[in-house]
């Protein structure tokens, strides 16, 4: 598929998201790897160019409102405290404040905004549930999920393939939409899905 070429805001625009991952070696390839797995996710759910288009820019600019975290908050090797939890989840509307600068990014704002909502409400900045969070963040969400635990982080090792499968099956339908679930791990049927929640 060939996507138009990016304008010179939406350059820089990617720039910054890059020069955001680039504060943290854990990460420094994330944004693409998660653009990727989104855009093909759209792909198989047959969304429209103008969806596929928006998933790809979006996974390239999801974490952007990391850019005012700390360093030290980014980076560090064990489970972060209150405060620190608190300030990573202000990255979500930070990065929609920053994307919303850029005109031709608007169909970029629900999936930086909302990629961190989880499908039974518990998620963040809004608390959104289930078919409530747009569907484009949603395949967004799992994307990056899965990305992650495939990935080394600071405060822990990459997941093997199938630990990483089944914690994306457990959390299907609570943390994840179940159908991008299944539709991510095309090896899984609907009904395990189904007998694993």
């Known amino acids: 598929m060939r996507f138009p070429a990016f304008n010179e805001q939406e350059r820089a625009l990617f720039a910054a998201a890059s020069a955001v991952e680039e504060k943290d070696d854990y990460t420094a390839t994330h944004p693409r790897r998660v653009a990727r797995i989104a855009l093909n996710l759209g792909i198989r759910l047959g969304l ?43 990255q979500p509307a930070i990065g929609e404040r920053i994307v919303k600068r850029l005109s031709s990014a608007t169909d970029l704002l629900s999936i930086v905004r909302h990629h961190h909502e989880r499908f039974d409400g518990d998620g963040y900045p809004d608390g959104l549930r289930g078919n409530k969070i747009p569907l484009l963040a949603r395949i967004m969400a799992v994307s990056d999920a899965h990305d992650a635990l495939l990935s080394d982080r600071p405060y822990r090792a990459r997941r093997h393939r199938q630990e990483a499968i089944e914690i994306l099956i457990r959390g299907a339908g609570t943390q994840w939409d179940r159908s991008l679930v299944s539709l991510l791990l095309p090896e899984w049927r609907a009904t395990r899905l189904q007998v694993a929640s």
């Not at 979006?58 to 980014?74: E, M, N, Q, R, S």
């Open 48 to 90: 429209q160019d103008s969806d596929l288009l928006a998933l790809f820019r979006g996974g390239l600019v999801h974490d952007i409102g990391k850019i005012f975290v700390p360093i030290a908050v980014l980076r560090k090797p064990g489970p972060l405290n209150a405060d620190e939890q608190t300030e990573m989840r202000t």
